[in-house]
C-alpha cells in the first residue's frame, strides 16, 4: 500500500479557509467512506478529527468539516486560527482490516 | 478517562526482538480491535498492525508481516506487539490505538521509542 497523497505544506492567514487534500484509488478512498483525518503537533501523539469522511467527534471544532469525492478526500479548516498550525494526516480504510496513511501537511498560520 | 500507556521500547541492534506492551483503561477493552501505528523520526505514520477484539484475527501491514506479531489478553486489559529480526527502518515511535468502529483511531498513546542500530 502506498501512502495517499498530500500538500507537503498549505497556509493561511487568521479568518481565512483553507482545504487539504487527500489523494488515494480505487482501492481505498474511492472503495470507503471511512476516510479520517488527525491533527498532530509537534511532539504529540496524534488527534482525531474527523471520521467516515465528514463526522466530527464530540469537541472537535465546527470549524472542520470532510469531504469526498471519487478517489480524492478534502479537509477545511474554516475561520482560521493560530492554534490550526500543526501537521494533519488522512487515513483511509484499505479493505481486509488494514489501513494506509496520507503523507501528512504542514499547516502554517501567516 | 480513556487512557493507553504503552511501554517496552528501547534500543535494539539490527536483527534484534523487542516486545511492546500497550495498558489501556477507561474503556470495555474487549469490545474493540486494537492497533499499533508507527512514526519514524521527522516522518509521517504509517499503520503496522490490527488485531480484532476477541483477538481471533491480526492483520499486518506488508512492510512487518512475518516479522511482528499482534496479541492481546483481554483479562488483563493488555495489547502487545512482538517484533523480531528488526531492522533500521523500523525505527520509530509506535503508538498503540484504540479503533472506534473499523473507521477511525480514536484514541491514541503518547508512543514507545524503538531505535534499531548498531
Redo the contacts between chains.
Keep these: ?1 502506498s ?1 495517499l497523497t498530500q500538500p507537503a505544506s498549505v497556509s493561511g492567514s487568521p479568518g481565512q479557509s483553507i482545504t487539504i487534500s487527500c489523494t488515494g484509488t480505487s482501492s481505498d478512498v474511492g472503495s470507503y467512506n ?1 476516510v ?1 483525518w ?1 491533527q498532530q503537533y509537534p511532539g504529540k ?4 478529527m474527523i ?2 469522511v465528514r463526522l466530527r ?1 464530540s469537541g472537535v471544532s465546527g470549524r472542520f468539516s470532510g469531504s469526498k469525492s471519487a478517489n480524492t478526500a478534502s479537509l477545511t479548516i474554516s475561520g482560521l486560527r493560530a492554534e490550526d498550525e500543526a501537521d494533519y ?1 488522512c ?1 483511509s ?1 484499505a479493505g ?9 501537511t504542514k499547516v502554517t498560520v501567516l | 478517562e480513556v487512557q493507553l500507556l504503552e511501554s517496552g521500547g528501547g534500543l535494539v541492534q539490527p536483527g534484534g526482538s523487542l516486545r511492546l506492551s500497550c495498558a489501556t483503561s477507561g474503556f470495555t477493552f474487549g469490545n474493540f480491535a486494537m492497533d499499533w501505528v508507527r512514526q519514524a523520526p521527522g516522518k509521517g505514520l504509517e499503520w503496522v498492525s490490527s488485531i480484532v477484539a476477541t483477538g481471533s484475527g491480526t492483520f499486518y501491514a506488508d512492510s512487518v508481516k512475518g516479522r511482528f506479531t499482534i496479541s492481546r489478553d483481554n483479562s488483563k486489559n493488555m495489547l502487545f506487539l512482538q517484533m523480531n529480526s528488526l531492522r533500521a527502518e523500523d525505527t520509530a515511535l509506535y503508538y498503540c490505538v484504540k479503533v472506534r468502529s473499523q473507521d477511525a483511531f480514536d484514541i491514541w498513546g503518547q508512543g514507545t521509542m524503538v531505535t534499531v542500530s548498531s
Design positions: 500500500q501512502a471511512l479520517s488527525y501523539a496524534p488527534k482525531l471520521y467516515e467527534p494526516y487515513c480504510y481486509g482490516y488494514s489501513y494506509v496513511f496520507g503523507s501528512g
